[in-house]
């Protein structure tokens, strides 16, 4: 058996450490640890709820709008403020959006590399390239020439021995499976995705006034006005715009992205078998309607267990900390519900340089969410799943299809590939919703409702002296809750449950792993040297540290580097 350590796992977000033993050529244990502590829960003590999103925006540059969502929903339910239809909507669009754009991203810039071997695209036809491209999608990028000023874009790189983000991959590894033309092909659309993305993500600049961390939110509503009118509102020259790169984004997945995810996966079918992970699946209900009523369930699955989703209960999650650097202040043995819970760090690890954490103690400055007890997979996975059991229709239509496609049954969704999949799903089936969004925001435009924002209960005389609540948004990454509690009209309490702190769970007191670590177990190693399997399982989750630790300065950072792309 040997012990193998990725310290910094790479091409994510923050800083992310896995320790793995390793016997027979497969992983037979595994710890995950954040090594960044960051304190913004704690610095919002003592302020205004109102202006809670402003400050938890910045837990993270990736999922940038998310914290404000979940914040301002936290605020509204614990003063039970109302948000006006066509707030809803422009929140749908901006939360759309930003999923869209993530996955993307994840996709082709963050895990695409741990399937596709750039440098074996060297060696492809750019004719056959242009016949593979054209046999599985009719975007119109798809001629000999164009493949071969890619590949000559790549070979200049490769000669001035600058690869910048394709330096240091294991290039050549004998996990990498697609044949030159495939390669070639992902590395044409992983340049054209970069500018797709800068592009669509606009939508945030037009709805936020810019982006990263638009900054239109408001509790109770949004603070961007309508009047199709006035060029400083929202206008109808702005929501054509809009409607123009909602578009440019459902094509893109559409064309680009889902075809290559279904030709990358056909290759790599045997991680249908690895990386199940911990088994139960959770979503919170997302994309709310005038009503209230979410376009797309919550639940839970549990054991794997397909025949019925499980309703939530917001009372029944909890945080550990037994193995995370935090202090226990009254959760000994067990979690602590958010409500009550605290983020003061107490590091007891080791000083650096160090070989190993201690596992057996705190490892992690990563909490562990429980729901009912149980380590619990939130993201793109979770969401396809509860959606796809509840009989949601355009989930369930996409995930047949892909199955179909790719000839596996619903079990294969239980997986690092699995996983890598669902992504595509759900970015698909939600880019082809948000124009309808987007129509139905101008269809109450045209109707003469121009609301955006309620004003009642807006001033904190009119509060009650105590009041808490809650607030649930689908992330890219998936669930994040925030909790809050308020007294005198300034925050008492406040904690983020975040997907990412889920995923990247640490045991908790029952010694129970999180999803990450669950999920290594019985990957094949090829190569402890060039550990890409674990690569390809953690990034699968598409990690974001910043946000599951939500704090500011490294500490602890390891010395011994396996190397990772
Ligand atoms: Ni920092 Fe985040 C998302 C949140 S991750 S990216 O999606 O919340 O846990
Ligand atoms: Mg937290």
Redesign the pocket.
Do not use: I, M
């Given at each position: 058996m040997s012990k193998i350590v990725v310290d910094p796992i790479t091409r994510i977000?923050?800083h992310l450490r896995v320790e793995a033993e390793v016997s027979g050529g497969k992983i037979s244990n595994a710890w995950v640890s954040g090594t960044m502590f960051r304190g913004i829960e704690t610095i919002l003590k003592g302020r205004d709820p109102r202006d809670a999103w402003y400050w938890t925006q910045r837990?993270?540059?990736?999922?940038t709008t998310?914290?404000s969502i979940?914040s301002i929903r936290a605020v509204e339910d614990a003063l039970k403020i109302p948000v006006p239809p066509n707030a809803q909507l422009i929140r749908n669009i901006i939360i759309a959006i930003?999923n869209t754009q993530?996955h993307v991203i994840h996709f082709y810039h963050l895990h695409a590399l741990d399937w596709v071997d750039i440098t074996s695209g060297l060696k492809a036809d750019p004719v056959k390239t242009a016949q593979l491209a054209a046999s599985i999608s009719d975007w119109p990028n798809n001629s000999p020439t164009y493949f071969k000023s890619v590949q000559d874009r790549v070979k200049a790189f490769v000669g001035s021995g600058r690869l910048g983000p394709f330096a240091n991959a294991y290039w050549g590894h004998p996990a990498y499976k697609l044949p030159p033309e495939a390669n070639l092909m992902a590395t044409a659309h992983y340049l054209e995705a970069l500018e797709w993305q800068k592009d669509i993500i606009k939508i945030h600049a037009i709805l936020g006034s810019k982006n990263p961390h638009p900054q239109t939110f408001l509790v109770g509503g949004m603070s961007i006005p309508i009047d199709p009118d006035s060029q400083n509102a929202l206008n109808a020259d702005k929501l054509i715009e809009v409607k123009r790169l909602l578009h440019k984004a459902q094509e893109f997945v559409e064309k680009v992205y889902i075809p290559d995810l279904l030709a990358v996966a056909s290759f790599y079918k045997d991680w249908a078998g690895i990386g199940a992970g911990v088994g139960n699946y959770m979503c919170y209900p997302e994309f709310p309607d005038a009503s209230g009523k979410p376009w797309l369930p919550g639940g839970a699955i549990l054991n794997r267990d397909i025949s019925k989703v499980v309703p939530l209960d917001q009372k029944k999650i909890t945080e550990h900390v037994e193995h995370s650097w935090y202090q226990d202040a009254g959760s000994e043995g067990k979690g602590l519900h958010p409500w009550e819970g605290s983020s003061e760090p107490n590091y007891t690890g080791p000083k650096p340089p160090y070989q190993y954490l201690d596992t057996d103690k705190k490892y992690s400055w990563v909490k562990a969410p429980r729901y009912e007890e149980k380590a619990m997979e939130v993201g793109p996975l979770s969401r396809v799943l509860v959606a796809y059991v509840s009989g949601h229709k355009e989930t369930k239509a996409a995930v047949d299809l892909v199955l179909k496609k790719l000839g596996v049954g619903p079990e294969a969704l239980f997986s690092t590939l699995g996983r890598t999949g669902a992504r595509g799903i759900d970015c698909l089936v939600i880019a082809q919703q948000a124009p309808k969004w987007l129509d139905e925001l101008i269809g109450n435009i045209a109707k003469g409702d121009l609301r955006i924002h309620s004003n009642e209960l807006w001033d904190p005389a009119t509060w009650p002296a105590e009041a808490h609540g809650y607030g649930w948004?689908e992330?890219?990454?998936?669930g994040?809750g925030h909790w809050i509690k308020i007294k005198d009209q300034k925050i008492l309490n406040y904690q983020?449950v975040?997907?990412?702190?889920?995923?990247a769970s640490p045991r908790d007191a029952k010694g129970q792993a999180g999803p990450y670590e669950a999920a290594l177990l019985g990957t094949p190693v090829a190569n402890p040297e060039q550990p890409l399997e674990i690569l390809r399982t953690i990034h699968s989750f598409?990690?974001?540290?910043?946000?599951?630790v939500h704090v500011l300065d490294a500490t602890g950072r390891e010395m011994i580097r396996v190397k990772a792309s």
């Open positions: 977000e923050g837990f993270c540059g990736v999922c998310v914290h979940a930003q993530d948004h992330a890219p990454r998936g994040l983020a975040v997907p990412s702190t889920w995923n598409d990690p974001c540290l910043a946000c599951a």
